[in-house]
Nanobody
Framework: QVQLVESGGGLVQPGGSLRLSCTAS????????MDWYRQAPGKERELVAS???????NYADSVKGRFTASRDNAKNTMSLQMISLKPEDTAVYYC???????????????WGRGTQVTVSS
């Protein structure tokens, strides 16, 4: 069984910073892409950042220059450093990973339960 757990969310003032972390655990054989999504109230879930297994990141236009994604393959972790936060960044942030377990031959998508980020004065 595989679990993804996010941490690091909270309340921050506009212009502030937060660092989110995601840790994958369980019977993991290999991880391909790891992604950060977010979902604001009344809106669809959107892709914020994606990072490949060799560490190459891609970002949504709305966060380019403000968010930085990184991962540690040895620890099965991924981080999202967020600076210059805006009220419109308020959302539940989810971690997703393409994982092949030790019992499977194919990769599957696994999601965390999310962490709340609120940007407000």
């Amino acid at each position: 069984q595989v679990q993804l757990v996010e941490s690091g969310g909270g309340l921050v003032q506009p212009g502030g910073s937060l660092r989110l972390s995601c840790t994958a655990s369980g019977s993991i054989f290999s991880i391909r892409a790891m992604d950060w999504y977010r979902q604001a109230p009344g809106k669809e879930r959107e892709l914020v950042a994606s990072i490949s297994s060799d560490g190459r990141p891609n970002y949504a236009d709305s966060v380019k220059g403000r968010f930085t994604a990184s991962r540690d393959n040895a620890k099965n972790t991924m981080s999202l450093q967020m600076i210059s936060l805006k009220p419109e960044d308020t959302a539940v942030y989810y971690c997703k990973a393409e994982i092949r377990t030790s019992l499977a031959f194919r990769f599957g998508d696994y999601w965390g339960r999310g962490t709340q980020v609120t940007v407000s004065s």
